[in-house]
């Protein structure tokens, strides 16, 4: 998971807006691995 | 209430995530007197001006295993992309570096004009995600810039120079400094953060809770 530096920004009470459901990197781009099933299961 | 989001052309999620915070900003009646600031993030500064690989081999480096998991993330992804109305097309990606477009986009934003920067920005990730051309091309680039509302001429100087890349840098400073490390990144009233292309509900309930607290 990626993260802001918490002592800067904060999360906002009740909304899960740390968990990203879809981030990109350097490196590529992830998706939160339980939508990816979820889509296989549909 | 003012929001800026860290994000790079080539991001997908970044096409999708600052479209669902556009739309909830509207849904909540915010759109028209909010700041909305684009944040220069490039996810691959070294990237080529020109290349012959797919967007697929780009992340994945020909490994067979990873290019497995890399098509359903792009299918997933262009799933998103079609559920939002956002026309996207990966396999056509050319996976080229987008400096120039982020100093376009700065100097776009030099014109206190948000929603030419708006265009601008719409522009770029169409071609990027759909068109099948490259966003480092310069004839592309002044095409595109023109049909969003930019002059031929300055936009011409823009590119024959090195203009505007300090604003580049300086963004991602900024994200550096504050401990970012992917896009997109959503920094409400310098406060509060939203990581990522979340859930539309979860922009709209984030922007409500923001205005709740403004309006104590």
């Keep these: 998971m990626i993260k802001a530096d918490e002592s800067k920004f904060k999360t906002l009470e009740d909304i899960d807006t740390q968990e990203g459901m879809g981030i990109c990197g350097p490196d590529g781009c992830s998706i939160a691995q339980h939508k990816l099933e979820e889509k296989a299961n549909n | ?216």
């Design chain 2, 1 to 216: 209430m003012e929001i800026k989001y860290w994000s790079d052309i080539a991001c997908p999620f970044c096409y999708i995530g600052s479209n669902r915070m556009k739309r909830a900003m509207k849904e909540v009646g915010i759109y028209d007197n909010t700041r909305l600031e684009f944040k220069s993030f490039e996810l691959n500064p070294n990237a080529p001006k020109e290349t012959k690989e797919s967007y697929i081999d780009h992340f994945t480096q020909g490994n067979k295993t990873l290019e497995e998991q890399a098509k359903k993330q792009m299918a997933y992804i262009e799933s998103m992309a079609k559920d939002d109305g956002l026309p996207m097309n990966i396999n056509k990606v050319v996976p080229t570096n987008t400096v120039d477009a982020h100093r376009l986009i700065k100097f776009a934003n030099s014109k206190n004009d948000p929603s030419l920067t708006e265009n601008v920005i719409k522009r770029f990730y169409q071609i990027y995600f759909n068109d099948g051309t490259s966003i480092a091309d310069h004839d592309v680039l002044m095409k595109a810039s023109i049909e969003a509302g930019l002059d031929k001429d300055e936009v011409e100087n823009v590119l024959t120079s090195n203009k505007y890349h300090q604003e580049v840098l300086n963004d991602e400073l900024e994200a550096q400094q504050s401990g970012i490390q992917g896009a997109p990144f959503f920094v409400i009233n310098n406060k509060y953060a939203i990581n990522g292309a979340q859930p539309y509900a979860n922009f709209v309930a984030a922007l409500k809770q923001v205005q709740k607290e403004e309006n104590k």
